[in-house]
Nanobody, 123 residues
């Protein structure tokens, strides 16, 4: 079983940047497809970005050009670089993983989930 632990969240002013990290226990390496999701208070959880086991990446429209997802297979780690943050990015951010090739922001395809890290952007 894979355990995921997010870090790097915090409070920041609009226009600032944060880098989220997700550490995976066990050897996920290049075999796993991973993604970031977020959930704001009173809203459904939504996909933010994914990176498949083959290296394909995808983003929700509202973060394109501002967020970058990357994966370090040797360190079993996933990252999300977030720039030009705004108040609409305020949410709990979760990382997710699946041992299958998967290129989607659909939540159902991910098997393992972290507990989340809070990002709060003040305007």
């Amino acid at each position: 079983e894979v355990r995921l632990e997010e870090s790097g969240g915090g409070s920041i002013d609009a226009g600032g940047s944060l880098r989220l990290s997700c550490a995976a226990s066990g050897s996920t390496g290049s075999r796993y497809s991973m993604a970031w999701f977020r959930q704001a208070p009173g809203k459904d959880r939504e996909g933010v970005a994914y990176i498949s086991s083959t290296g394909n990446t995808g983003y929700r429209d509202s973060v394109k050009g501002r967020f970058t997802i990357s994966k370090d297979n040797a360190r079993n780690a996933l990252y999300l670089q977030m720039n030009s943050l705004n108040s609409e990015d305020t949410a709990m951010y979760f990382c997710a993983a699946t041992p299958y090739p998967y290129s989607s922001l659909s939540q159902g395809g991910y098997v393992y989930w972290g507990q989340g890290t809070q990002v709060t952007v003040s305007s």
